[in-house]
């Protein structure tokens, strides 16, 4: 699998926490850290038009 651009921003800390993810990632009781050790493994699923990533 090749990385995407997001998962370098993630590696080099650039990762903007909403309020909306905060609180969804809470409620399933998933820390931050169990989604950022994951990087080398992020797939993107869907990408939504007019969301670009620079890299």
Do not use: Q
Not at 4 to 19: D, E, F, I, Q
């Amino acid at each position: 699998m090749t990385p995407c651009a997001s998962s370098k921003h993630v590696r080099n800390g650039r990762v903007l926490w909403t309020y909306h993810v905060n609180m969804r990632l809470k409620g399933r009781f998933i820390p931050r850290k169990a989604i950022l050790d994951t990087v080398e493994s992020y797939e993107i699923v869907e990408a939504y038009p007019g969301n670009t990533v620079s890299a």
